[in-house]
C-alpha cells in the first residue's frame, strides 16, 4: 500500500468515527451542561469552596471568578515547582528556575502547554501529576465552560444572566472530563503506554553501554492532553515518544481523542440555541477549514520537490518512522488546528511551505475545530463578524440567531480578531530587535525568522508546539512568551463573556423576509471566506518573509 493511499485510509476513518459520535456525545454534553441537576460529589466540592449552585453570575462576574481561578492556578503551580524537592517522588529534581517556572505555570493554566524544558528531567512525578495534569483537566474545562456562557447570550434575551462558572467547570471535568479520560488512559495503557511510579529502570543499549528510562504516570497525562486539547508531554519528545505513542493505532486514538469534543461542540450550540440548523453550519465551517489544511499539509509534505526528498518518495527529516510521514503531516495538522501543541514529528524539519500551513492553522485564530471550548466561541466571533459584513453589504441591521449585532458587538468582536495578531506581530518584531533574543537564534535568514514568528504565533494564539531552532529556555523566552499566553488567553475570555453579557439583555428580533439564513451553505462559504480574508490580510507580509520566502528560495 503507497503512503499516500495509507494516509487516505487513516484520514476517512478518523472522519467517519468523529461523525458517528457527534450526535450522541453532544448531545450528552448538552445535557451535562443544562442539566437542573447537581450530583453528589459536585454538591461536595461546590460546599466546599463556598458555592452556591443555584446561583447565576453576571458577565462581569463570571469573568472575575474566570480570573481568580486561574490567578490562584498560576500561583499554586508556579510555588509547587520551586518547591517540588521537598515532595514525594520528586526523584531528586531540583527547584525550577523561577523565569521557567513563571513561564510552565503561565503555559499549562492557559490551556497553552508550551514547555521550554525536558519534562523527565526536570519535573518529578507528583508535579507531573498533581501540577500538571490537574491544569491540563481545568484549563480545558474553563474553555468549554466560557464557550457555554457565551451560547447562553445568544439563548437568552432580557437577563444578565450567564450561568454559574464554577458549576460549569465542576460539571465539565465530572460528567465528560473525567470520564473520558479514563476510558482513554485504559487504552493507551492497552497500546503500551507507561503509566507507574518508576524513577528509572536500568536498560541495556546496542552499543553495550546501559541507560536510565524514567518510567512515571505517562498514559494519564497523555489521554488529558490531548482529550482537553493541551499539549505538552511527559518527555521532551512528546508523543513522537514510544512510551507516550507507541503505535499507529495510538497514534489514530490520539487524534480522535484531540478532535471529537470541539467537532462536537457545535452540537451543543445548535441545541442550546433551540436550531440544530445553526450547529451543523458551525461544525461545516470547521469541516471545510480541517479538511482543507490537513490536505494541504500532506500534499507539501510527500510531493515536495528537492533531490533527497524525492529520493525517499516523501519530506521525511524529523519523521518518526513508526507513524510514516502522512500521519506525521496529519498529526501536525490537528494539532495545530485545535490548539493541542503536542507534536509527534520535528516541525522544524517540515518543509518551508508543510511548516506555513501548520503556522497558519495557528494564525487562523484555531477555530478549526480549535481548542476544546475556545474552537466554538472564535468560530461564533467570526460568524458575528460575518453577519455584520453581510449587513452592510445590503443596507440591513445585521442580525445573527435574533439578536442584532451593533456598535457595541461588534467592538467586542473586533477587538477579539485583533488581539492575538497584535500579540504575534509585535512579540515577533521585540524579538528580532533585541539582540539578546537573536543571539538564542540556531538559525538565520528566513528560516530563522519563520522560528520565531512560530514561536510567538504559537504562545499567542495558546497552542504550545514549536518549530524548534531557538534556545527558548532564557529569561526573555521565557517571560515574553508567558506574557504573550497570559494576555492571548484572558483578554480575548473577558471580551468573549462581554459580547455574551451585550447578547443576554437584548430582546429578540423576529426573522423577516431580510433576514440572513445563517445555516444555509452560503453563510457557511462567507464564514470560511471571512475566516481566510482575516488571516490573509493580517499575516501576509510577515509570511512573505518568512516561510513563502523560504519556500521560493
Given amino acids: ?36 441537576r447537581h450530583l453528589r460529589a459536585e454538591r461536595v466540592l461546590y460546599r466546599a469552596v463556598g458555592v452556591n449552585p443555584d446561583g447565576e453570575q453576571s458577565w462581569g462576574v463570571y469573568a472575575r471568578s474566570v480570573l481568580a481561578f486561574s490567578a490562584i492556578s498560576i500561583l499554586f503551580l508556579y510555588l509547587f515547582q520551586r518547591v517540588q524537592q521537598h515532595f514525594w517522588l520528586s526523584l531528586g529534581m531540583q527547584p525550577v528556575a523561577p523565569d521557567q517556572a513563571w513561564n510552565t505555570a503561565v503555559s499549562f493554566v492557559t490551556n497553552t502547554n508550551w514547555q521550554s524544558y525536558s519534562g523527565e528531567s526536570t519535573m518529578g512525578h507528583l508535579v507531573q501529576m498533581a501540577g500538571l495534569a490537574v491544569q491540563n483537566f481545568t484549563s480545558a474545562a474553563v474553555g468549554i465552560a466560557v464557550a457555554v456562557a457565551l451560547v447562553r447570550g445568544f439563548a437568552r434575551s432580557r437577563t444578565d444572566q450567564l450561568g454559574n462558572f464554577w458549576v460549569d467547570l465542576v460539571r465539565v471535568c465530572v460528567r465528560i472530563l473525567l470520564p473520558v479520560a479514563v476510558v482513554g488512559a485504559t487504552l493507551l495503557v492497552i497500546g503500551g503506554a507507561v503509566q507507574n511510579l518508576s524513577g528509572g529502570t536500568e536498560v541495556a543499549t546496542l552499543a553495550g553501554g546501559s541507560q536510565s528510562v524514567t518510567g512515571g504516570p505517562v498514559a494519564s497525562q497523555e489521554v488529558i492532553k490531548e482529550l482537553g486539547t493541551n499539549g505538552g508531554g511527559f518527555y521532551n519528545a512528546n508523543s513522537a515518544h514510544p512510551f507516550e505513542n507507541p503505535t499507529s493505532w495510538t497514534n489514530w486514538i490520539e487524534l480522535f481523542l484531540i478532535l471529537f469534543v470541539p467537532f462536537t461542540m457545535p452540537r451543543v450550540f445548535g441545541r442550546m440555541v433551540g436550531d440544530r440548523r445553526q450547529g451543523f453550519a458551525i461544525a461545516g465551517v470547521m469541516a471545510i477549514i480541517a479538511i482543507g489544511s490537513v490536505v494541504a499539509i500532506n500534499a507539501f509534505q510527500l510531493a515536495h520537490g528537492g533531490t533527497a526528498p524525492m529520493a525517499a518518495g516523501a519530506s521525511t527529516e524529523g519523521t518518526e518512522v513508526r507513524f510514516g510521514v502522512s500521519n506525521s503531516a496529519t498529526f501536525a495538522a490537528v494539532t495545530t488546528l485545535t490548539s493541542t501543541g503536542a507534536v509527534n514529528s520535528f516541525h522544524d524539519s517540515y518543509t518551508a511551505l508543510g511548516g ?35 449587513g452592510l453589504m445590503v443596507g440591513r441591521t445585521p442580525e445573527y ?8 458587538e461588534i467592538k467586542f468582536a473586533s477587538l477579539y480578531l485583533l488581539t492575538t495578531p497584535a500579540l504575534v506581530l509585535v512579540g515577533t518584531a521585540v524579538a528580532m530587535g533585541s539582540a539578546t533574543a537573536r543571539s538564542s537564534m540556531l538559525n538565520t535568514g528566513a528560516h530563522g525568522l519563520s522560528e520565531v514568528l512560530y514561536a510567538f504565533t504559537s504562545a499567542s494564539n495558546n497552542n504550545g508546539s514549536a518549530f524548534a531552532g531557538i534556545s527558548v529556555n532564557t529569561e526573555f523566552y521565557n517571560t515574553a512568551l508567558g506574557l504573550c499566553m497570559l494576555f492571548g488567553r484572558f483578554l480575548p475570555i473577558i471580551l468573549v463573556l462581554g459580547l455574551a453579557g451585550s447578547l443576554a439583555r437584548q430582546q429578540p428580533v423576529p426573522q423577516s423576509t431580510g433576514t440572513l439564513r445563517t445555516y444555509q451553505p452560503l453563510f457557511v462559504g462567507m464564514v470560511v471566506a471571512v475566516t481566510v480574508i482575516v488571516v490573509a490580510l493580517t499575516y501576509l507580509p510577515a509570511l512573505a518573509l518568512a516561510p513563502l520566502a523560504e519556500g521560493i528560495q
Avoid at 3 to 21: D, H, R, Y
Avoid at 401 to 408: D, F, S
Fill in 1 to 36: 500500500m503507497s503512503p499516500t493511499t495509507a494516509g487516505v485510509l487513516f484520514i476517512a476513518s478518523l472522519v467517519l468515527a468523529l461523525v458517528v459520535v457527534h450526535r450522541p456525545f453532544g448531545d450528552y454534553m448538552f445535557r451535562a451542561v443544562t442539566s437542573p
Fill in 356 to 390: 506555513m500551513v501548520a503556522m497558519v492553522n495557528m494564525m487562523l485564530g484555531e477555530v478549526a475545530p480549535g481548542g476544546v471550548g475556545s474552537g466554538l466561541y472564535g468560530m461564533l466571533i467570526l460568524a458575528v463578524v460575518t453577519v455584520f459584513v453581510a
Fill in 401 to 408: 440567531l435574533g439578536k442584532k449585532v451593533g456598535a457595541r
